[in-house]
């Protein structure tokens, strides 16, 4: 299983900006898939942004056009840049990786924004 920690959230108000970063304690490069996903108030974890060791990414219907995934597979990490935000982005971000079969994800950082 791959470790992974978080970073970068916090509380900023509509319309500002986030950058969220996740460390692998491995190379990335063994890892097929890193990603984010987010659960807020009352709701269930939902995908975010994944992206591949390709590169190639998904994103929800719901961010896209407003958040980037980025993977710097020299430094094992991977990131959310998070722009536009709007309230309804207010949940624990999760981070996660598939490497092989196996899932990893990290312990969350909060997000929450302000209308």
């Known amino acids: 299983q791959v470790q992974l920690v978080e970073s970068g959230g916090g509380l900023v108000q509509a319309g500002g900006s986030l950058r969220l970063s996740c460390a692998a304690s491995?190379?990335?490069?063994?890892?097929?898939?890193m990603g984010w996903y987010r659960q807020g108030p009352g709701k269930q974890r939902e995908l975010v942004a994944i992206?591949?060791?390709?590169?190639?990414?998904t994103y929800a219907d719901s961010v896209k056009g407003r958040f980037t995934i980025s993977r710097d597979n020299a430094k094992n990490t991977v990131y959310l840049q998070m722009n536009s935000l709007k309230p309804d982005d207010t949940a624990v971000y999760y981070c996660y990786a598939l490497s092989f079969t196996v899932n990893s994800w990290g312990q969350g950082t909060q997000v929450t924004v302000s209308s």
């Open positions: 491995r190379s990335s490069f063994s890892i097929n898939v």
């Open positions: 992206i591949t060791s390709a590169g190639a990414t």
